[in-house]
């Protein structure tokens, strides 16, 4: 955060030269902003998704985010002047501690996700099943070999966190999520595995299903609406044996 107070003169200079110094330092003034704004927000106004600022969208970048620009914390630019050594401390402190919460809620949920990914394949191998570690898109079942699995990749066009072919020949698409809430749970569950439930079996019609692993707290009436959706079973990461029970049950 102080390097990109000095890259752009205290923000009094935020222009697309910053991008141009260092094409990556848009990741920490989009906290500079109030409120923060996300990756997605900012590909939007920017008109293009980008890992590091295109030459010819810096101007535009920097405009973006000068026009949301915190009031509070930057008082000093409003104003056209220079901040004392404590108004920049404070700024640092204060915009570090929004990125350092960001990262850390970034962080949990993937590492929740991969934990829950990681006991799902080690219960496959468990029964049987062998890991296909190709990562391309799954638009027909023969892609996937029957008694394998693989990790996250396409489905139909929708990502699937543990695609299995089963031995007779279905395909089985798991979605693994974590929740830490009553209305996180709606958004996990019903939203993000309904409707890819939805969409895979549009594509593959009955040759496939859907399993939602679950770990952290769910609403009970979105787990039961879950359960009573067409193509849609529920297990919970504590309790893999009984999804690979049912696998080999169904299979």
């Known amino acids: 955060m102080r390097e990109a ?20 330092i848009w990741r920490i003034l989009r906290y500079v902003c109030a409120p923060p704004v996300s990756e997605e927000d900012l590909w939007t106004l920017v008109g293009q998704k980008f890992r590091t600022v295109p030459a010819d969208l ?26 004392n050594e404590t108004e920049r401390e404070s700024a640092v402190m204060a915009t570090s501690a929004l990125l350092a919460l960001e990262l850390l809620r970034t962080r949990r949920r993937g590492t929740a996700s991969k934990r829950q990914e990681a006991e799902v394949a080690a219960a496959l191998e468990g029964i049987g099943y062998v890991l296909d570690a190709k990562r391309g898109d799954i638009d027909v079942l023969d892609v996937l070999e029957r008694g394998h699995f693989s990790k996250e990749r396409k489905v139909a066009g929708a990502k699937c966190d543990v695609p299995i072919r089963l031995k007779d020949g279905r395909l089985l698409a798991i979605e693994c999520k974590v929740s830490n809430g009553p209305k996180n749970s709606w958004k996990r569950l019903i939203r993000e595995c309904g409707g890819k439930s939805e969409t895979w079996r549009q594509h593959f019609g009955t040759q496939v299903m859907s399993v939602a692993v679950l770990a952290g707290s769910f609403d009970l009436s979105c787990l039961e609406r879950a359960q009573n959706m067409d193509g849609l079973w529920v297990y919970w990461q504590h309790d893999l044996k009984a999804l690979t029970d049912f696998i080999e049950t169904i299979a």
């Open 5 to 24: 107070l000095e890259v752009t003169g205290d923000l009094l200079n935020l222009d697309g030269q910053a991008f141009i110094y260092d094409p990556t």
């Open 58 to 83: 810096c101007d535009e970048t920097a405009e973006v985010i000068r026009e949301v620009l915190d009031p509070v914390r930057f008082a000093w630019v409003a104003e056209g002047r220079q901040p």
